[in-house]
Structures are given as C-alpha cells and as structure tokens.
C-alpha cells in the first residue's frame, strides 16, 4: 500500500509560480512512475506530466510544456512539479498518481487546488 499527500497548491495571479509536490508513504516510492494530472470543473482529468522511476524519462502535455517541470527524489519519496509562467486556464485540482506498470495508476492522492486569477 502507498498513501500519497499533495501540497503546494494555492491561488497566484497569471505568470506567477507554485511548486506543487507529492510525498509518498509505504511501499518503495522509486518502483513507481509519477504522474501528475488535473481536473478543471466540469471538464475530465487530464495528464499533466509524468517521470520515470530512474527520472531518466519526462513526458509533459503540449500545453504546458516550457512551463512546468517535473522531478523526483527517491531518497525523499517525493515527487514535484514546477509550474512557472502559470494561465487562468491552469486552475484545476492537481492529482498525484502512480504506477508500477503500464496502464492503469495503482494510487491517487487527494488533489491540491491550484487556481490562477487573471
């Protein structure tokens, strides 16, 4: 089992930053990939980011690619995602997800809000 915890969210004007990360307890953090996503209202989740387990492989959504960044740190069962150069159109909870494998993710966070103000 792994419980995953998501801070950092908050609300910030248009082009300002946050740094939202997600902290992992129970099973070795490093077996899984991290994955960032988020669900604007109405609207269906969507991927944001995702790392490898080693951190060699980054994936982004076109959309924010340029602007948000993603890492990890094994030793600290802690993943990140620094979001710089932020829209309105970035407002939505935030989720942490990982997964050992492909396809479906084996553990969700609770969300984080993020909300941009133009």
């Known amino acids: 089992q792994v419980q995953l915890v998501e801070s950092g969210g908050g609300l910030v004007q248009a082009g300002g930053s946050l740094r939202l990360s997600c902290v992992a307890s129970?099973?070795?953090?490093?077996?899984?990939?991290v994955s960032w996503f988020r669900q604007a209202p109405g609207k269906e989740r969507e991927f944001v980011a995702s790392?490898?387990?080693?951190?060699?492989?980054?994936y982004y959504r076109d959309s924010v690619k340029g602007r948000f960044t993603i890492s990890r740190d094994n030793a600290k069962n802690t993943g990140s995602l620094q979001m710089n150069s932020l829209k309105p159109e970035d407002t939505a909870v935030y989720y942490c997800?990982?997964?050992?494998?492909?396809?479906?993710?084996?553990?969700w966070g609770q969300g984080t809000q993020v909300t941009v103000s133009s």
């Open positions: 129970g099973r070795t953090f490093s077996r899984y990939e």
């Open positions: 997800g990982v997964r050992a494998g492909q396809g479906r993710y084996d553990y």
């Open positions: 790392i490898s387990w080693s951190g060699e492989n980054k």
